[in-house]
C-alpha cells in the first residue's frame, strides 16, 4: 500500500516540476521575509478597523493581505502556514514588548479577523469560484512515520538545527534585563500539545467509526473493524515507532524553551546593550520561531490528515513537509552559519566534523542526480527551450506539433494516459495550446476532485480511436465539439485504431511518414448546419 510520498526542493528542480508547491516558493519566501520584518519593527503604530486595533501601520497590513492572498491563489496548502507564521512573528514581538496577558490573544484574533477579510476581499473572484477535493481532516491512529525515514527525510537540516537548539542560551546575549521573564512551562506545554493531538485523534476516530464506510475502511487496512483492535494498534505501532514522536518531541521542547529565553523586557536606552546584539537576538529569536512552527507542521500528518481522493496522508504528509523543509532549510542554514563563525567550546571541532559529514551525506541526490539528468553536464544544445526534446525523442511528431501551432483554435483529440509517461502523453495540447478532451488522467482527477467531472473521457477517446461504425464515432466528435483528430505513433500504439473511417468522412489536413492530422467539419460537430 502507497501509504506516503513526499519531495524536497532538489528533487522538484531537477524533475523540472511545475506544480504549485514548486511555483509558490518564492512567494512563500516573501512571506517569510514580511513575517520577519514584522518581527523586527521596534515602532508600535497602531491601526484603528472599528473595534480592532492592531499594532501595525495600514501599509505593512495591505501588503501582508496582498501576499497571503496570492499565496491561497497559487497554492491554497501554504495559506494556512504562512498566516499562522506571521501571526506567530506578530504575537510573539507583542508578548515581547508588553508582556503575556488576555489583550495578547485579542490582538492576534482582531488580526486573523483582518487578515481574513482582506484576503477575501482582495481576491473575491478566486474564492467565489473557489472549490476543493478536500473533506475535512480525518485521524491518523495506525500509521505513525518511521524514525529512520524522518531522519533520512531531514538529517541534512535537523542536526545543525539541533546542534543550535542545544547550545541555544549561547547564542542569546545575556546583558537584557530578565525581571519581565515570561512565566510558561515549556515541558507542560509540550506534553499538553502531544496528548491533546493523540487523544483528540483517538476520540474523533471512535466518533466516526459508528459511520459505516470509515468502518470498511478500517476493515481494508486492519483486516477488521473493532474498534478495541484499532486503538491497540494505534498504541502498539507508535511504541514500536517512536523516532519521529521523539524526535518532533524534543524539537518541540527545545524551541518553546529558546523562545522562553528570547521572552524578556525589550532594552531600552538605559539596557547595557547595543543594536547589533539588538538585531542578532531577534534573527536568532526568529530562527527558533521558524524551527517551533516547521516542527508543529511535521507533527500534525502523525495524528491527523486532510480526507480527499487519494484516501491516506499521501498529500498531507507530501504538502507539511515540503514546507517544514523550506522553514527548517533557512534556520539550518542560519544555524550552521553560527555554527561555523561563533561556535567556541571544546566540542567545537567535534561538532563541526559532525555538521560536515552530515552536509556531504545530504549532497548525495544532487551529486548523482545531475548528471544523471543533464547527460554529464554535456547536454546535445545549450538551451532554455523546453521543446528541444522533441526534435530527438517525438522526430514525427515536431513538424506536426510545429504545424499545429498556426491552426485555429480548437479541441484536438489525442491518446489519454497517465502523467509522466515517456511515450509523452497530453504531448499535443502541451506543446500547441490547443485544448483536449483529457490530460493526463490521474492528475486531472485529483486537480477536479474526482471523476464526477472527468466522466467516462478516457473511454470515449479510446472509442473514437478504434470504433469502426461512423456513428458512434461522429456523436464522440459532437459531444466534446473536436475539431481536430491526431493520429500518430503514440496513438497507434495506445488503441487499435480504426483510421478508415477518419479518412473516409474527415479532411486530411496534414500528414507526414508517422502523424496524420483530421480536420473535422462543421456538419459532423453541429449537425444542424448546412452539409457542405
Known amino acids: ?17 511545475l506544480h504549485p508547491h514548486v511555483l509558490a516558493i518564492p512567494f512563500s519566501l516573501l512571506s517569510l521575509s514580511l513575517a520577519l520584518q514584522i518581527f523586527l519593527e521596534k515602532r508600535n503604530r497602531i491601526t484603528k478597523i472599528g473595534p480592532i486595533e492592531i499594532a501595525l501601520d495600514g501599509q505593512t497590513l495591505l501588503i501582508s493581505a496582498v501576499v497571503l492572498g496570492g499565496l491561497a491563489f497559487l497554492n491554497m496548502w501554504d495559506f494556512p502556514m504562512q498566516m499562522g507564521m506571521l501571526l506567530c512573528a506578530y504575537i510573539v514581538r507583542r508578548i515581547q514588548s508588553r508582556g503575556v496577558d488576555w489583550n495578547r490573544l485579542y490582538e492576534a484574533l482582531g488580526l486573523l479577523i483582518f487578515l481574513g477579510a ?13 472549490s476543493s477535493q478536500a473533506k475535512g481532516f480525518i485521524p491518523n491512529l495506525i500509521f505513525p512515520t518511521r524514525g529512520v525515514q524522518f531522519w533520512v527525510m531531514f538529517a541534512p537540516l535537523l542536526v545543525p538545527i539541533f546542534i543550535f537548539l542545544f547550545f541555544n542560551r549561547k547564542w542569546f546575549y545575556t546583558s537584557y534585563p530578565t525581571t519581565n521573564e515570561v512565566k510558561i512551562s515549556p515541558i507542560k506545554i509540550t506534553l499538553i500539545l502531544f496528548l491533546l493531538l493523540f487523544l483528540s485523534s483517538l476520540l474523533y476516530g471512535w466518533i466516526l467509526s459508528f459511520i459505516p464506510i470509515v468502518q470498511q475502511a478500517a476493515l481494508g487496512v486492519l483486516g477488521s473493524a473493532q474498534w478495541g483492535e484499532i486503538i491497540t494498534a494505534a498504541f502498539l505501532r507508535r511504541i514500536q515507532q517512536p523516532g519521529t514522536l521523539v524526535t518532533t518531541f524534543i524539537l518541540c521542547y527545545l524551541s518553546l524553551l529558546a523562545l522562553k529565553n528570547f521572552l524578556v523586557k525589550e532594552p531600552t536606552e538605559g539596557d547595557s546593550c547595543d543594536e547589533d546584539r539588538h538585531l542578532d537576538r531577534q534573527s536568532i529569536a526568529y530562527t527558533t520561531l521558524l ?3 516547521g516542527t508543529l507542521l511535521v507533527i500534525f500528518p502523525e495524528f491527523y490528515y486532510l480526507r480527499d481522493q487519494f484516501g491516506w496522508r499521501i498529500n498531507t504528509i507530501f504538502k507539511f513537509y515540503y514546507q517544514a523543509w523550506i522553514l527548517w532549510g533557512i534556520a539550518a542554514a542560519y544555524s550552521s552559519v553560527l555554527i561555523w563563525n561563533f561556535f567556541r567550546t571544546r566540542l567545537s571541532v567535534f561538532v563541526r566534523i559532525l555538521w560536515s559529514i552530515v552536509f556531504l551525506m545530504g549532497l548525495a541526490y544532487p551529486i548523482f542526480m545531475l548528471p544523471e539528468r543533464t547527460n554529464s553536464f554535456n547536454p546535445d544544445t545549450w538551451t ?24 485555429d483554435y480548437g479541441v484536438i483529440a489525442e491518446a489519454v494516459g497517465p502523467a509522466y509517461s515517456s511515450s509523452g502523453h497530453g504531448r499535443v495540447s502541451v506543446h500547441t495550446g490547443l485544448p483536449t478532451v483529457l490530460g493526463w488522467d490521474n492528475h486531472e482527477r485529483q486537480w477536479r476532485g474526482g471523476s464526477i467531472e472527468i466522466g467516462n473521457r478516457a473511454f470515449d477517446i479510446q472509442t473514437l480511436y478504434e470504433v469502426r461504425d461512423w456513428e458512434v464515432a461522429r456523436d464522440i466528435l459532437r459531444q466534446y465539439s473536436i475539431k481536430y483528430v491526431y493520429v500518430g505513433s503514440l496513438e497507434r500504439s495506445s488503441y487499435r485504431v480504426s483510421e478508415q473511417k477518419f479518412i473516409d468522412h474527415l479532411t486530411l489536413i496534414y500528414q507526414n ?16 448546419t448546412a452539409n457542405p
Open 1 to 17: 500500500m502507497l501509504e506516503i510520498i513526499d519531495e524536497f526542493p532538489a528533487f522538484s528542480f531537477i524533475l523540472g516540476d
Open 513 to 528: 511518414p508517422g502523424v496524420s492530422i483530421y480536420q473535422v467539419p462543421d456538419y459532423s460537430v453541429f449537425p444542424d
Open 291 to 293: 524551527i517551533l512552527i
Open 384 to 407: 532554455l527551450d523546453g521543446d528541444v526534446y522533441v526534435e530527438k525523442y517525438l522526430p514525427d511528431d515536431a513538424p506536426a506539433l510545429r504545424w499545429l501551432m498556426d491552426v
Open 118 to 130: 482582506a484576503v477575501f476581499l482582495l481576491y473575491l473572484p478566486f474564492f467565489v469560484s473557489f
